[in-house]
């Protein structure tokens, strides 16, 4: 058996240990026992799991709205409204809402996701959200559609990202109206992938957009990985950063993207994308699995890119 199905089959057991997100309702009803693991490089790939089965994208698709917006205004404008700086808190907070001149910390966190659903580009709710699902269609080379379920399901769970959004508009950080700006965010994260996906979004970021048509600036993608680094993972950003060394992104329905930059994992080669689905996930809303994966891989292949 190859080391990397070593480590898979190790890491799976770790599914035992943590619990699907009960908050939204009909991401409850997720198989606690799943583990999916898909690895690509330019010209190959290595899958171990079900990387075909779907799931939502929820605080991944923080990484590309962010993108978005900021290929579409530029940095500057887009730091006019929401900083780049690291919190700690969980990605819910509202306590530092009251600090740092009001301004959200960094769009990895609910506040700052909600003020860039504000910001994409487009007039109507619709447009928004079609900018940012043509932006993935164009790196995926397919369809994606928002599951609806899940997003009905969140839309009536939403009374803490409300308040987070009409505090963003009370203090002028929202560009459209608390409603529109809530719709698009939630919607966003209701956008369906699976395993293989994931890691060709995670390719994209590797490989600087080199690897597709998709279009963002480089400037913008090395921005975005540096969020993912100080504040991908929620308030475990920190632990993650300094004991995996990837820049990464995770979403309570157990998603996770990797990215590294030049590395050798068994024949893949150079940039390589990971994607990771295990819906089990910790306190913090990490992948329990996932985390334990991605530590174990860095270490063996010696990924840490810092
Ligand atoms: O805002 C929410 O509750 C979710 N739809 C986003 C979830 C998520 O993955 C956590 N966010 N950083």
Redesign the pocket.
């Known amino acids: 058996m190859k080391n990397i199905q070593i480590i898979y089959e190790n890491t799976k057991k770790m599914t035992q240990k943590g619990k699907v997100a009960s ?2 309702p009909a991401l409850a009803e997720a198989d606690s026992t799943a583990f999916s693991v898909s690895l690509m490089s330019m010209d190959d790939k290595i899958e171990l799991g079900d990387c075909t089965k779907t799931f939502t994208l ?3 698709v ?1 990484v590309l709205s962010f993108m978005v917006a900021a290929h579409h205004h530029g940095i500057e404008e887009i730091m006019r409204y929401v900083d780049v700086e690291p919190t700690g808190d969980s ?2 907070s509202i306590v530092r809402l009251e600090s740092n001149n009001n301004k959200p910390f960094n769009p ?3 506040a700052g ?1 909600i003020t860039i659903a504000s910001l994409l580009p487009g007039q109507s709710m619709f447009d928004k959200v079609k900018s940012v699902t043509s932006f993935i269609e164009k790196i995926l080379n397919k369809q994606v559609s928002v599951n609806n379920e899940v997003y009905m399901s ?1 839309y009536h769970s ?1 009374d ?2 409300r308040a987070i959004a009409y505090i963003l508009q009370a203090n002028g950080f929202l560009k459209s109206d608390v409603e529109e700006a809530l719709q698009v ?2 919607q966003l ?1 209701s956008i369906s992938v699976n395993s293989s996906d994931l890691a060709k979004i995670a390719l994209y970021l590797a490989t600087n957009g080199q690897n597709c048509e998709a279009a963002c600036s480089k400037n913008v993608i090395n921005i975005a990985k540096a969020l993912m680094m100080t504040c991908g993972m ?1 308030n475990f950003s920190g632990k993650f950063a300094a004991f995996v060394g990837l820049p990464a992104k ?4 157990g998603a996770i993207i990797a990215v590294v930059k030049d590395g050798e994992i068994e024949h893949l080669k150079g940039p390589i994308g990971i994607g990771l689905y295990g819906p089990a996930i910790d306190d913090v ?1 990490n992948s329990v699995a996932g985390i334990d994966f991605l530590a174990k891989l860095s270490k063996q292949y010696d990924l840490f890119c810092l």
Not at 250 to 253: C, T
């Open positions: 908050y939204i929820q605080s991944v923080k990605f819910n990895m966190i609910n996701a969140e939403a803490y990202n965010y939630l994260c929620y995770s979403g309570v329905s809303g």
